[in-house]
């Protein structure tokens, strides 16, 4: 079994829709969770961060944890076709007081936003 | 400021050949990844330096891969022999410390195609 599981896609969806992407995972010792965007042919690109449970927003972007279901999601809303791109969910635990560097990451799900 | 930097884009070569991969990484950033994603995988974690040392190299999969960071600047990654199974895209991603989230930022990958 992996340590964390996304559902690959394709994932297509309207202009202006909202959109909802999620992992789970299974090593409860994952302090630190991130997404990332990764346009074609390009690096992957820290989008949104999250430490230990609960909400984070940043525009049209919200990211959750639900720790007790190891279960995180992103939420996009008024989805834009420049928003067309592989999104990969990646965990961390802890060093000292931050995360050690060494993500384990989802397999990404790639999004088209349709015009 | 110049991002993290990959040499080459993309290598094409034989099975038992060798190949090296480059990366520059962010100025100042003491911390240095290596990634790999085979196609149809999640992205996978290789090893991490600090400076010039290697903390951990548990991703590694075998002795034919070798990764140095001379100096604490710039890494390579040698894959020798290569093989089938090598195949696939290589990021390098740096970062400056610990931090809170000690965001790593990457490069666009080197693909690598073992033919």
């Known amino acids: 079994q992996k340590e964390v599981e996304q559902d690959p896609g394709p994932l297509s969806v309207p202009e202006g829709a909202i959109v909802s992407l999620n992992c789970t995972y299974s090593?409860?010792?994952?302090?630190?969770f991130m997404w990332y965007r990764q346009y074609s042919r390009k690096g992957p690109e820290l989008l949104m961060y999250?430490?230990?449970?609960g909400n984070k927003e940043d525009g049209r972007f919200t990211a959750q944890v639900d720790k007790s279901s190891k279960y995180i999601s992103l939420f996009i809303r008024d989805s834009q076709p420049s928003d067309s791109a592989t999104y990969l969910c990646?965990?961390?635990?802890?060093?000292?007081?931050?995360?050690?560097?060494?993500?384990?990451f989802g397999q990404g799900t790639t999004l088209q936003v349709k015009p | 400021e110049a991002g993290v930097t990959q040499f080459p884009s993309h290598s094409v070569i034989e099975k038992g050949q060798t190949v090296t991969l480059r990366c520059d990484p962010i100025s100042g950033h003491d911390n240095l990844y290596w990634y790999r994603r085979v196609m149809g995988k999640e992205i996978k974690f290789l090893l991490h330096f600090v400076k010039e040392s290697k903390q951990d190299e548990s991703g590694m999969p075998n002795n034919r891969f070798l990764a140095e960071r001379t100096g604490g600047t710039y890494s390579t990654l040698k894959v020798q022999p290569a093989e089938l199974e090598d195949s696939g895209v290589y990021f390098c991603?740096?970062?400056?410390?610990?931090?809170?989230?000690?965001?790593?930022?990457f490069g666009e990958g080197s693909r690598l195609t073992v033919l």
């Open positions: 990646a965990m961390s635990d802890l060093h000292g007081s931050s995360n050690t560097g060494k993500l384990i």
């Open positions: 090593n409860s010792a994952f302090q630190y």
């Open positions: 991603a740096s970062r400056r410390g610990q931090g809170e989230t000690g965001e790593l930022f």
């Open positions: 999250t430490y230990s449970s």
